[in-house]
């Protein structure tokens, strides 16, 4: 996928997740699910941001979230956006 496609992508996620609320929290967006929480199995892969109270989320906080259960507990991948 090109960078500039990319770049696009991210800043749209993140004009979404900043206007979606005030109070300081993460905010995901999900691209990607196929997982079943209490057995451990499964992945997903999402963004994933926060923002300080009053403040509109940066592009820099973005990361991109991968995680993979095997049926024995979850393992996470986090790699920055930058």
Do not use: I, Q
Not at 3 to 29: G, I, K, M, P, R
Not at 34 to 53: Q, V
Not at 59 to 65: A, G, T
């Amino acid at each position: 996928m090109p960078a500039a496609l990319v770049s696009a992508l991210c800043a749209s996620v993140l004009c979404v997740l900043s206007s979606a609320s005030t109070h300081a929290d993460n905010y995901e967006f999900w691209l990607a699910s196929s997982r079943d929480w209490a057995a451990r199995r499964g992945f997903y892969l999402n963004l994933e941001s926060s923002c300080e109270p009053g403040a509109r989320c940066a592009l820099k906080d973005l990361k991109l979230v991968l995680g993979v259960a095997d049926g024995s507990e979850w393992r996470y991948l986090s790699v920055p956006m930058e």
